[in-house]
């Protein structure tokens, strides 16, 4: 298998081609993990309940979790690519299996090796953003990989609506096609990604040109992390942050549907202006957080006009008479909001964790990728529960509680304030600029 491992630093046209086949994988990534658009045909055939399928999910999401974080810590040992290309083949093949599945036990079983094989591959996805992306650029390079994510939700519901009719309505129809996009995918990746070699991974780069070579002694080890301040504020503090977005992400429709008495196309369309924003913010502003070398107070900006927006959803719903174009503007701006907090803190985190020890960006993106799926089963549990005993005013400001908690957080991140005074990597060890 042809994996470069390069010992110069790529610039120009050659390291913006290697960051796009990074953000191409996890955009394939969460593609493979999508099964929403068929859920009501596959539980049909498998005389399944919603509840059953429940289960099967919050399994599948809890052992995406585990493997997240130990693929983020295999990836700093041995290449991110070494491990991403070879796994990536596998999730296609888990694809291709759900073809096989005849009964919930079938599917829970697949879905658990999916979400293993898949979390294992997509931990390193991110640390390879942060790789071939020198600080000057990283907030909208992170805001690029943001939209595997976000864009896998569009290009499932996509082929879903164009191929089913085609196919009978045949759910597992849309595996095979998956799965085959996928192999395609995966062959194009394998000859246009590369690794960065350990010394090269080992560097903080500046600029493609100017790097800082951090001397440090000893192997590196994971739980160095969690002895600084600021790595625990960004643990704790996107913890509570993920909270809104997951809610958003998960039950979205389901809440305008509830809330304002539309059906379910008529939340979606809502719902699309959301994200339409979502994508352009985390683009547009991380490029001006890395213009201005700020990270912090865009953090902070963006999550107070978040809780801003939510408070005044909050005192929207329960009004049927609110018009459909005043709460896709609403969600817009909440989503716009988002990303402009959203880029910023992934650069943020990545140098905080840069200047603890470059060698660990594998290890601190696993733990995010772990954070994040553990969050995700946290509100597929609570929300039903809590929704229909207090209803979605009540969820939606807990969730907002959790945002106003995470700005206290940022104040415990490193990194400046104002423009002006820039940033220097904070480690403990002599430092050596050097120049490729």
Not at 155 to 182: C, E, H, K, Y
Request: proline share 5%; glycine share 8%.
């Amino acid at each position: 298998m042809p994996i470069r491992e390069l010992t110069e630093y790529p610039t120009g046209a050659r390291r913006m081609r290697i960051l796009t086949m990074a953000v191409l994988a996890i955009l394939i990534g969460s593609y493979e993990a999508q099964i929403a658009p068929v859920v009501p045909l596959l539980l049909k055939d498998l005389h399944m309940s919603l509840a059953t399928y429940g289960l099967v999910s919050a399994a599948g999401v809890l052992a995406g979790a585990i493997a997240s974080a130990i693929g983020g810590r295999l990836t700093d040992h041995v290449g991110r690519v070494r491990l991403l290309v070879p796994l990536m083949f596998a999730t296609a093949v888990c694809c291709f299996l759900m073809v096989t599945v005849h009964s919930p036990t079938q599917l829970l079983l697949v879905r658990v090796v999916l979400s293993v094989v898949d979390g294992m591959a997509m931990a390193g996805t991110a640390p390879l953003v942060r790789d071939f992306s020198p600080r000057m650029g990283r907030a909208q390079a992170f805001g690029f990989w943001t939209w595997g994510p976000v864009g896998a939700n569009f290009l499932a519901a996509a082929v879903a609506s164009a191929t089913l009719p085609v196919f009978d309505d045949n759910w597992r129809s849309q595996f095979v096609i998956m799965g085959a996009f996928s192999l395609v995918v995966s062959v194009v990746i394998m000859f246009n990604i590369a690794d960065l070699s350990p010394e090269l991974r080992a560097r903080i780069q500046q600029t493609e040109q100017q790097a800082v070579r951090v001397g440090r002694d000893g192997p590196a080890r994971a739980r160095e992390l969690f002895r600084h301040r600021n790595i625990w504020a960004h643990v704790v503090g996107i913890s509570l942050w993920l909270v809104i977005y997951m809610t958003l992400s998960l039950f979205g429709q389901t809440m305008l549907a509830a809330a304002f008495e539309l059906n379910a196309s008529t939340a979606s369309g809502i719902m699309s202006a959301f994200w339409v924003l979502n994508l352009l913010t985390l683009v547009v502003i991380g490029r001006v957080s890395d213009r201005l070398q700020l990270r912090k107070p865009i953090c902070v900006a963006g999550s107070v006009a978040a809780v801003l927006v939510t408070g005044y959803l909050i005192l929207l719903m329960g009004d049927p008479g609110v018009s459909h174009l005043h709460l896709m503007i609403t969600g817009a701006l909440l989503g716009g909001a988002l990303g402009v907090a959203y880029g910023p803190w992934m650069a943020n985190y990545s140098e905080d964790a840069e200047d603890v020890d470059p060698r660990l960006q594998g290890s601190a993106w696993g733990i995010f990728g772990a954070l994040s799926k553990i969050m995700a089963v946290v509100v597929l549990f609570v929300i039903p529960h809590l929704v229909e005993a207090a209803g979605w005013r009540t969820w939606l400001a807990i969730a907002a509680l959790c945002l106003v908690l995470f700005i206290p957080a940022v104040f415990a991140f490193h990194g400046p304030w104002r423009a002006h005074r820039g940033r220097t990597p904070e480690t403990t060890s002599s430092l050596e600029r050097t120049a490729n």
